[in-house]
């Protein structure tokens, strides 16, 4: 090979390295994540046998999925806010000076007819009982 002929072939030489170099980085890149297991059949298989030991409710199904997911740390875990149902203080007030008039609370012989109770901020109250 001559001067001009060698260095034209080193250089198309360098050109399908360089690609097949860029080719091979792609592949890399784009490869799907391994599969645990050995073939698309086995992975249907153990699918099918999944899917028909769910139950045939889609709402039943949804939450056994769910589960499934924050058990194996797929999803978060849901953190269930209790609701609790509170009273207005007007109605609370209501109900303890309904209790606390004569006509409807009273006395029974032989026993005291007022309880003294201790406020949050401190305060000593007597109630009627």
Known sequence: MSGASLTE?????KLHLRKC????????????SSSSFKSRQSFSKSLEKVKSSLPNC?????VVNQHLAEKFGLVPK???QRITL?????????VH?????DDISYQLPGKR????????DGKILTYQK
Not at 21 to 32: F, G
């Open 78 to 80: 849901s953190k269930h």
């Open 86 to 94: 509170q009273l207005a203080d007007k109605l609370k007030t209501d």
């Open 9 to 13: 072939f080193r250089s198309k030489a």
């Open 58 to 62: 889609d709402r039943k199904q949804k």
């Open 113 to 120: 007819d007022t309880v003294v109770v201790k406020d949050d």
């Open 97 to 101: 000076n309904f209790y606390q008039r």
């Open 21 to 32: 170099r860029e080719n091979k980085i792609k592949r890399l890149i784009n490869k799907p």
